[in-house]
């Protein structure tokens, strides 16, 4: 076992708690994953095992990536190493069953920490010189912190740094008592200050209020999508958002990284396409490893060490965090090709996070194509028209014509067509190209969706406005 549990940050994510068991008995069910600090550790319950995984803890198995193997093989763990992380487990698995109002009760213990932890930072002693009254005070106070501190963290830190604290004696009698166990207790501060900064995981469903995940993490992808058929519905661009999700999820730092050929082993494909179907597992897993897997490879959100390990980068962090507008926004762009030739060029406004002026430059553009039109007619009556009213009198001129001419079998369909055209035409001035570029500061800022959305309008527009000018 590389690396000690010592005072190291442990970190422990629960993969599942309730075991279904496998018809084969080469399968191993990945319970949870251990990380102490760069290290990993993966803890498996048998094949057959079924139920509430608490009833097999006698039966873990603990194995560590074998760095040193070509084919990213398991190092099993033995002896005293394999009890320590299977009891980090164990507890793990014992506060995700706490009910709900136990979790409240967790989380204001947590809070009531955190003030604790602050103040023993700003703690001060007096000197061994100072008054004996002063000193006897500053004893009770540093005692008074010590006893809280060390009664509030069981069940609420890891096991490591309970054990560190229960280490610091409480019999507090001299004023050098004091240096001497504050010493140790702000050595064992910076680890409970990095425990309570952090959000709680619990990767096996839905927790319980106030210990949820961060909105953008990931822990079963069945979540979003619970069958391989809804997965195939989706543009690769969501499944590559997805699969973005789940891996910075379960890979929460650059220095952890997976073996892509290991997720061709069920037991690691499990945990990528945890919570589908077990029969729909490897499917799951193939179709993410395909054009979802390339597609974050090219846009720099995962990287290969070069020996087939993929770790998550710090941009890939940051793309999971924001994967609504990153991906939206990349959708979009690739979605433009599809507008009228003026507007396929709008790209760099998505890049620059430019919408509002996207949308005013596309309606600005079709007004000006309608100017266009006015100032090559020689109509005087035209020629002293602009904005909404210009559509009506090309209209009433003849210089723009209705598009379809099939279309109506009287004179009152006819006219009613052309109604609805020209109320269009000249609405989208009134109502969208003004608003936009003389009242944005009076509108919500659009998302991509939205920004997409009044673009096809705009391209819609402007091809009508080719047929129409004949």
Not at 47 to 70: H, I, T, Y
Not at 95 to 110: D, L, Q, V
Not at 145 to 151: C, F, G, R, S, W
Request: proline fraction near 4%; glycine fraction near 6%; hydrophobic fraction near 40%.
């Amino acid at each position: 076992m590389k690396g000690s549990l010592g005072f190291v940050t442990t970190n422990t994510v629960i993969e599942q708690s309730q075991l279904r068991g496998s018809l084969r008995d080469d399968t191993l069910q990945r319970v949870a994953t251990v990380y102490v600090g760069i290290d990993e550790y993966r803890v498996y319950a048998p094949a057959k095992a079924e139920g509430d995984a608490l009833k097999w803890v006698g039966n873990f198995c603990v194995r560590q990536p074998d760095k040193e193997s070509l084919i990213a093989g398991e190092i099993e763990v033995q002896g005293s190493h394999r009890i320590r992380i299977v009891n980090l487990v164990k507890e793990k698995l014992e506060k995700a069953s706490t009910p709900a109002n136990g979790s409240m009760r967790e989380e204001n213990r947590r809070a009531r920490l955190r003030e604790l932890v602050d103040r023993i930072g700003r703690f001060r002693c007096c000197g061994p010189s100072d008054d004996p009254d002063e000193q006897t005070s500053v004893i009770e106070s540093y005692r008074y912190l010590l006893i809280n501190v060390k009664a509030l963290s069981k069940g609420v830190l890891s096991t490591d740094v309970c054990e560190a604290l229960t280490a610091i004696p409480s019999e507090i009698e001299t004023i050098y008592d004091v240096y001497e166990s504050k010493a140790h207790l702000d050595a064992v501060c910076v680890d409970m200050r990095s425990e309570l900064e952090q959000p709680i995981t619990i990767a096996d469903g839905a927790a319980p209020k106030g210990l949820l995940l961060e909105k953008w993490q990931l822990a079963r992808m069945a979540d979003e999508v619970p069958t391989l058929k809804d997965l195939k519905a989706l543009p690769i661009s969501k499944q590559a958002q997805l699969l973005l999700r789940r891996l910075a999820t379960q890979y929460p730092r650059t220095e952890l990284s997976v073996g892509k050929m290991n997720l061709a082993m069920r037991v690691h494909a499990s945990e990528l396409a945890n919570g589908f179907p077990e029969s729909e597992v490897m499917s799951v897993k193939d179709l993410l490893l395909g054009a979802p897997w390339t597609r974050l490879e090219s846009d720099g959100f995962i990287r290969d060490n070069g020996q087939g390990f993929f770790h998550v980068t710090p941009e890939g962090y940051e793309a999971a965090k924001e994967s609504e507008s990153v991906f939206v926004d990349r959708d979009a762009i690739e979605v433009l090709r599809l507008l009228h030739p003026d507007f396929q060029g709008y790209a760099h406004y998505f890049h620059e996070g430019k919408l509002q002026e996207a949308i005013a430059a596309a309606f600005e553009r079709y007004e000006n194509r309608l100017n266009e039109i006015r100032d090559g007619s020689n109509n005087a009556q035209v020629m002293a028209s602009s904005g909404h009213a210009l559509v009506y009198k090309l209209f009433e001129a003849k210089i723009l014509k209705e598009p379809y001419p099939n279309l109506g079998n009287s004179s009152n369909s006819k006219a009613a067509y052309e109604k609805g055209l020209t109320g269009m035409m000249s609405g989208a001035i009134s109502w969208i190209r003004n608003a936009r570029t003389h009242e944005k500061h009076n509108l919500p800022k659009p998302t991509s969706r939205e920004a997409i959305e009044l673009l096809f309008v705009a391209s819609y527009l402007m091809r009508m406005l080719e047929l129409a000018h004949r």
